[in-house]
DNA sequence: TTGAAAGCGCTAACAG
DNA sequence: CTGTTAGCGCTTTCAA
């Protein structure tokens, strides 16, 4: 590897002390440097192809531009955290705002003997974005850290964290209403499992609420829980098969599960949306690719992955003071899987 | 944020040198340490809860157990770059293995104006991975730098380059052949741009060699270039349907171009398999999900993501010397979507 | 077996 | 407006 240029020799090519030299590079306000030197200085860098050392930076600042995004191991025993589009979608948009702001992203699956702390230490990140349900008390331990952190998608005590988060509750509302205003009376549930506190259990809420409020006692035969899979989708169409005559329409509390019903559905020789009406959760971007296309909650993923970032920052910053929290707005996307009756 | 520990502090705790604490805390071989002194050490870096500072160790060592991916804004003006399933897919099973060897993973899309060069000397990064197609200036560029690199997917001067590929053309090769096995004989085949050396143009190489294995000659009417996405296999659609009559099988050079292509077919009421066979590329996991599910050629990304980690780690720590090269082994996943004529 | 001290590249307080 | 220098936390040579 070519000898990196350090800040001393770019010091020396421009006649200057190397105090000048940082003094440019970081255009310091503070200090004022007569256009001639700083000019000199610039050719200097250029001449000799200068990069600054961060780990250098870092050490003398304490400030590293580096923020780490945490994401769970969705399945246990399964080493890939983001095989769930949902994840990069997110990565995606946030590692991009991040970067226009100059900052850089860790990303980091989440060793179950590692303490994620401890990595933020090592590296000194200014900041960590958490994706995803983990116990209060690692929340709680890495809010004690004192590292500006950022939680996507956790009802754990939201009133102590920064967060942002989906409307779950609303979302679930909307879907389930807007199934009611195309008639439907007779409604089932497909969701995943209710951990404390989670997405799937306020999704089921507003299902209710909705249901609630259009006089619709609920039924609990009419709920079917399991887990987030395009594997259970497919199972519980056998259920749902036999609860046709009953129900019109299904609500899923994510698109993956919505897609192995359909599926399932299919291979029953259940027409959707003709015998069944069907609605999702997510839209992410496999919704368009089923037959029918999927009705869908979007959730605005990316700007989900936008607002995390401008908000980790604005906090690393000190531009936002106080607990911070975003809701990301939400919205039916109507496509070809929910019919009128 | 709590006041960090440093090294001098435990030093000071244990009652030894800032040196010896070093020597225990990396395992120094080459120092013998008395077993009594050691635990000491571990006593009070436990006790004060220490983790060391990177930025510092790296400083004084030049090697930053971390690693780099970059990864192409895959549509220009679009901010995002991992839509695409194949990248998250590949970064989860990078990012396990890297991390399972002590490495952390830096990624970073492409900002158009900065040279990544300039980020990898800034972190002090130890190892690059570039995912996608470059120019070959760029890559040169890289290679100069000295910096360790791999390349994933690309065919440019391949023999100068680490690299973890796909046999392309082998897999167009197989998905062919497969189709002329179960008794096609005319076959479209529909697939992205045609950028110089690129996938699209060793799949299609494959394509004309099965061909011409079962005699056939190549009919130039039958390869449809477009995108690489779903809305040209929509559109596609409309060119296929009108080549029914001819054709009885279509080889798409991706998956996500099959999908629309079913879609599309669908809506034209053109029945899968029954009418047209279908054979897909990549075996994202959205493959399953279509009604019927895609025949397809997989790829094997987790296994990619998985050698590109052990390479680039491996020849950071020198145990690998040489130009790398591994080729990930490839084969057709039968699903639904093809038929026996 | 241990420790003192130089040095990694940079920032910033201070002096001039 | 510019330079000197201490110090950030750690590794490693060399001496003890």
Do not use: W
Not at 81 to 101: G, I
Not at 171 to 193: C, D, P
Not at 273 to 293: M, R, Y
Not at 308 to 334: R, T
Request: proline share 3%; net charge negative.
């Amino acid at each position: 590897m070519a000898k990196r240029v350090s800040i001393k020799e770019v010091a020396q090519e421009a006649g200057v002390s190397i105090a000048t030299v940082s003094y440019v590079i970081n255009n310091k306000t503070e200090q004022s440097i007569s256009k001639e030197t700083r000019e000199r200085v610039y050719k200097a860098v250029d001449k000799l192809n200068y990069v600054p050392n961060l780990s250098a930076r870092i050490l003398a600042n304490n400030k590293s531009n580096l923020v780490g995004v945490v994401i769970p191991q969705t399945e246990p025993n399964k080493e890939f955290m983001f095989s769930n589009p949902f994840y990069s979608e997110f990565l995606s948009s946030f590692e991009y705002t991040a970067r226009k702001k100059g900052y850089h992203v860790l990303i980091s699956g989440t060793n179950p003997d590692e303490n994620y702390i401890e990595v933020a230490k090592k590296r000194n990140l200014d900041g960590i974005i958490v994706l995803g349900t983990y116990p209060k008390d690692t929340l709680e331990e890495l809010k004690n850290s004192g590292i500006p952190t950022v939680i996507i998608d956790s009802y754990v005590e939201s009133y102590h964290f920064n967060t942002v988060e989906t409307d779950d509750c609303y979302g679930g509302y909307l879907a389930t209403k807007y199934l009611l205003e195309k008639g439907h009376r007779k409604i089932a549930i497909v969701t995943g499992s209710f951990t404390e506190k989670g997405v799937n259990q306020e999704r089921l809420r507003g299902y209710k609420d909705a249901l609630l409020e259009y006089g619709i006692t609920v039924n609990n035969k009419y709920i079917c829980s399991g887990t987030v899979d395009f594997d259970f989708g497919l199972e519980i169409a056998k259920t749902i098969t036999e609860l046709k005559d009953e129900i019109t329409a299904v609500f899923c509390t994510a698109d993956i599960i919505a897609m192995g019903l359909m599926n399932g559905l299919y291979k029953a020789g259940v027409k959707v949306p003709e015998e069944l009406s069907i609605i999702g959760f997510d839209n992410t971007f496999t919704s368009k690719i089923t037959v029918p296309a999927l009705t869908t909650v979007d959730q605005n993923i990316a700007l989900k992955g936008e607002r995390a970032a401008k908000m980790i920052i604005g906090i690393i910053e000190e531009k936002l003071k106080g607990k911070q929290e975003y809701i990301i707005p939400i919205e039916v996307v109507e496509r070809e899987s929910v019919r009128e009756v």
